[in-house]
């Protein structure tokens, strides 16, 4: 690994001019800020890279969730497991003291190898809010495709570095939709809490809620969706509340009060790494190897597979590239890694035999977002809790259902912001495109119009009897609709299509997919929680079986 704790930004200082102080869990911050040092990239303790030449028994392509789950449950079974990852491994602090950057004070580590940043929420009260950084391999990607950026997290626990946190299980009603191959009674009997219990999740203290400040503005949010007569959920997730609790004391640092979500949150959240991913440290059988990508898999001579790896920089130069052999691969480099990948594969004869399903079946969870100019009457609070801990259902009136999600500023905006999920009927497809050398996916901006519909259904009513406005001073000037991106990126190996029933990929024994490509577009809900349950259903027959 390169020791990062130099570069060339490192030696700039910290203007004092900022004309905006902060902002939050979805939007980024316009501080005129230098570069703060970023973490070095190191392995866990004791681990060393993979070898060029090496033989692994498996070799788990993805540190995210369905990764995470196959890694921990095959050394649990007696497997050695090889663990590979595009990112950082985000576990030394850097030159400020934290391993995270601030939401609020983005700098070098915020962003996956750009050199502006390209934040969800692109402008605040007529200002632009994208600053300069220098480029490097940062932990949340915004990758642009044609009609749409997709958010994921690049580091050692992928996804779960850099989501909000929200850990819902769908409605039961819903599953048949979701994964109709999937026995449902088995899912919510065994599978959705194993995953809940792996994942440490909870709920907040309603009595606790009822008082904070730093949940004015989820109050608010309540008290609109029931005078509209809409169902308020209060939505486990997975932080440590008597850590926050301790944070609006004053006592502890503070993490969730401070904004720190989008790029990292250095002490309340249970991200993978204090959760199946220490689980994992513990048995002694899993080795995982940050900024490595893999870029070939294909049947060796021998058996098994011969994977080529690029082994990265932290500017995202390559600066080797090994062959290792592995008998079996898990694809679990999220959604649109996965896709990309098998795709390419696919197209350039490494694994002709793979299903035409490949790289089908994708949608972004009808995302969409939006924000309320409320009354004066109706302040939301200058300190604003990044994690969200309530929704919206309007599902089976309108097909949506919608984050009370913060903005916190740090400043009184008398606002309401929100990440609606719903209905969306499209799906993508990733395909091959020989001239550019890459797999391209073809969504369509307009395609987010069902997803805008059905949000309507909620916010329409309520700025009815509220007597309120959309803002339109978040994604643009005078636009209301956030329709440009998603966080949710689901699909494209799609369960049963692309894979047998149980992520088995067709065409060829030993390889597998475990992560959100299985999920056809859409979970209703915040997908990560499914993506875990599904994942130990799927590895549970796979070790069974196979092993």
């Given at each position: 690994?390169?020791?990062?704790?130099?570069?060339?930004?490192?030696?700039?200082?910290?203007?004092?001019?900022?004309?905006?102080?902060?902002?939050?869990?979805?939007?980024?911050?316009?501080?005129?800020?230098?570069?703060?040092?970023?973490?070095?990239?190191?392995?866990?303790?004791?681990?060393?890279?993979?070898?060029?030449?090496?033989?692994?028994?498996?070799?788990?392509?993805?540190?995210?969730?369905?990764?995470?789950?196959?890694?921990?449950?095959?050394?649990?079974?007696?497997?050695?497991?090889?663990?590979?990852?595009?990112?950082?491994?985000?576990?030394?602090?850097?030159?400020?003291?934290?391993?995270?950057?601030?939401?609020?004070?983005?700098?070098?580590?915020?962003?996956?190898?750009?050199?502006?940043?390209?934040?969800?929420?692109?402008?605040?009260?007529?200002?632009?809010?994208?600053?300069?950084?220098?480029?490097?391999?940062?932990?949340?990607?915004?990758?642009?495709?044609a009609g749409i950026t997709v958010y994921q997290g690049r580091g050692v626990g992928g996804g779960s570095l850099v989501n909000g946190g929200m850990a819902v299980t769908p409605r039961r009603e819903n599953f048949g939709a979701i994964l109709p191959s999937v026995d449902a009674d088995e899912m919510y009997r065994t599978y959705y809490p194993r995953a809940n219990a792996?994942?440490?999740?909870?709920?907040?203290?309603?009595?606790?809620?009822?008082?904070?400040?730093?949940?004015?503005?989820?109050?608010?949010?309540?008290?609109?969706?029931?005078r509209s007569g809409f169902p308020f959920l209060f939505v486990p997730a997975v932080y440590d509340w008597d850590y926050m609790k301790q944070e609006a004391a004053g006592t502890v640092p503070r993490s969730a009060l401070d904004g720190e979500i989008l790029y990292g949150n250095n002490h309340g959240k249970k991200s993978l790494q204090k959760t199946y991913l220490q689980k994992?440290?513990?048995?002694?059988?899993?080795?995982?190897?940050?900024?490595?990508?893999?870029?070939?898999?294909?049947?060796?001579?021998?058996?098994?597979?011969?994977?080529?790896?690029?082994?990265?920089?932290?500017?995202?130069?390559?600066?080797?590239?090994?062959?290792?052999?592995?008998?079996?691969?898990?694809?679990?480099?999220?959604?649109?890694?996965?896709?990309?990948?098998?795709?390419?594969?696919?197209?350039?004869?490494?694994?002709?035999?793979?299903?035409?399903?490949?790289?089908?079946?994708?949608?972004?969870?009808?995302?969409?977002?939006?924000?309320?100019?409320?009354?004066?009457?109706?302040?939301?609070?200058?300190?604003?809790?990044?994690?969200?801990?309530?929704?919206?259902?309007?599902?089976?009136?309108?097909?949506?259902?919608?984050?009370?999600?913060?903005?916190?500023?740090?400043?009184?905006?008398?606002?309401?912001?929100?990440?609606?999920?719903?209905?969306?009927?499209?799906?993508?497809?990733?395909?091959?495109?020989?001239?550019?050398?890459?797999?391209?996916?073809?969504?369509?901006?307009?395609?987010?119009?069902?997803?805008?519909?059905?949000?309507?259904?909620?916010?329409?009513?309520?700025?009815?009897?509220?007597?309120?406005?959309?803002?339109?001073?978040?994604?643009?000037?005078?636009?209301?609709?956030?329709?440009?991106?998603?966080?949710?990126?689901?699909?494209?190996?799609?369960?049963?299509?692309?894979?047998?029933?149980?992520?088995?990929?067709?065409?060829?024994?030993?390889?597998?997919?475990?992560?959100?490509?299985?999920?056809?577009?859409?979970?209703?809900?915040?997908?990560?929680?499914?993506?875990?349950?599904?994942?130990?259903?799927?590895?549970?027959?796979?070790?069974?079986?196979?092993?």
């Open positions: 690994m390169n020791d990062t704790t130099k570069h060339d930004g490192a030696s700039r200082g910290v203007s004092r001019r900022r004309f905006i102080s902060g902002t939050g869990s979805l939007l980024g911050a316009a501080a005129l800020a230098g570069h703060v040092t970023p973490a070095r990239a190191a392995a866990r303790a004791g681990a060393a890279p993979i070898g060029n030449g090496a033989h692994v028994p498996v070799l788990v392509v993805g540190t995210g969730y369905g990764g995470s789950v196959a890694a921990l449950r095959l050394a649990e079974a007696g497997v050695d497991v090889h663990m590979i990852e595009m990112g950082m491994a985000w576990d030394t602090p850097g030159a400020d003291g934290k391993i995270f950057a601030n939401t609020a004070r983005p700098d070098d580590r915020s962003f996956w190898l750009r050199t502006r940043t390209k934040q969800p929420i692109s402008n605040f009260l007529g200002f632009p809010i994208d600053k300069n950084v220098n480029r490097y391999t940062g932990i949340l990607d915004a990758e642009e495709f792996g994942l440490g999740v909870t709920t907040i203290d309603p009595a606790w809620f009822d008082t904070a400040d730093c949940y004015q503005y989820a109050r608010v949010g309540r008290k609109h969706a029931q994992i440290a513990a048995t002694g059988r899993v080795a995982i190897t940050p900024l490595h990508k893999v870029t070939s898999v294909s049947p060796a001579p021998g058996g098994g597979y011969t994977v080529l790896i690029d082994q990265l920089d932290t500017s995202g130069r390559t600066t080797a590239t090994k062959s290792v052999t592995a008998d079996k691969v898990f694809f679990a480099a999220g959604s649109v890694g996965t896709s990309k990948l098998l795709v390419t594969l696919k197209a350039t004869g490494a694994l002709p035999l793979l299903d035409a399903e490949v790289g089908k079946g994708w949608g972004d969870n009808g995302n969409v977002m939006c924000g309320r100019a409320n009354h004066l009457w109706d302040a939301t609070g200058k300190i604003q809790s990044s994690i969200p801990t309530g929704g919206i259902d309007n599902w089976d009136a309108g097909g949506a259902f919608a984050e009370v999600a913060p903005l916190p500023t740090g400043i009184e905006t008398w606002a309401s912001f929100y990440l609606a999920i719903t209905k969306s009927p499209h799906r993508a497809e990733f395909t091959w495109n020989a001239a550019a050398g890459k797999a391209e996916l073809n969504w369509r901006t307009a395609w987010k119009q069902p997803s805008i519909d059905a949000a309507r259904t909620i916010f329409d009513k309520i700025n009815r009897k509220e007597g309120t406005i959309y803002r339109s001073d978040l994604f643009g000037l005078n636009k209301v609709w956030g329709d440009h991106l998603t966080y949710h990126p689901l699909g494209g190996a799609v369960l049963d299509r692309a894979t047998d029933n149980y992520g088995r990929l067709h065409g060829y024994a030993g390889l597998y997919v475990i992560d959100g490509a299985l999920i056809p577009g859409n979970t209703s809900v915040n997908p990560f929680v499914t993506i875990t349950a599904l994942a130990e259903r799927n590895i549970e027959r796979i070790v069974a079986a196979d092993l």
